[in-house]
Nanobody, 118 residues
Framework: VQLQASGGGLVQAGGSLRLSCAAS????????MGWYRQAPGRQRELVAA???????NYGDSVKGRFTISRDNARNTVYLQMNSLKPEDTAVYYC?????????????WGQGTLVTVSS
C-alpha cells in the first residue's frame, strides 16, 4: 500500500490545519491508521491513531486540540489540528498498521511539514 500525506504548511500559533492521508488501497485491511510526528533532534512520536473500529487515542500533548477521523469510502484518514502551538512544528507522517499473530507491520507515508510560527 502507498500512503500519500498532504495538508502541511505554515500557520500562525492558534491557527488550524487539516492533514489528509490517502491510501492506495482499502484501509479496512489495517488494524489502525495514525499520525506520528518528528521534530528536529527528537524521536518520532505518536500524535493520534484510530482503529478499524473507530476507537481513537491521542498523544498527551495534543489531546483536546487535535482530532483524527477516517473516511473508509475514500480510504483517507484526516487529522484536524486546532489551536496550534510552535511546539507542534514537525514533519507529520501517516502510518498504517497491520497486526498479525507474531508480528506487526507498519507502512509509512512520505511526511508533510507543519510549521507553526509564534
Amino acid at each position: 500500500v502507498q500512503l500519500q500525506a498532504s495538508g502541511g504548511g505554515l500557520v500562525q500559533a492558534g491557527g488550524s490545519l487539516r492533514l489528509s492521508c490517502a491510501a492506495s488501497g482499502s484501509i479496512f485491511s489495517f488494524n489502525a491508521m495514525g499520525w506520528y510526528r518528528q521534530a528536529p533532534g527528537r524521536q518520532r512520536e505518536l500524535v493520534a491513531a484510530i482503529t478499524s473500529g473507530g476507537v481513537s487515542n491521542y498523544g498527551d500533548s495534543v489531546k483536546g486540540r487535535f482530532t483524527i477521523s477516517r473516511d473508509n469510502a475514500r480510504n483517507t484518514v484526516y487529522l484536524q489540528m486546532n489551536s496550534l502551538k510552535p511546539e507542534d512544528t514537525a514533519v507529520y507522517y501517516c502510518n498504517a498498521r497491520r497486526t498479525a499473530t507474531i508480528a506487526t507491520f507498519d507502512y509509512w507515508g512520505q511526511g508533510t511539514l507543519v510549521t507553526v510560527s509564534s
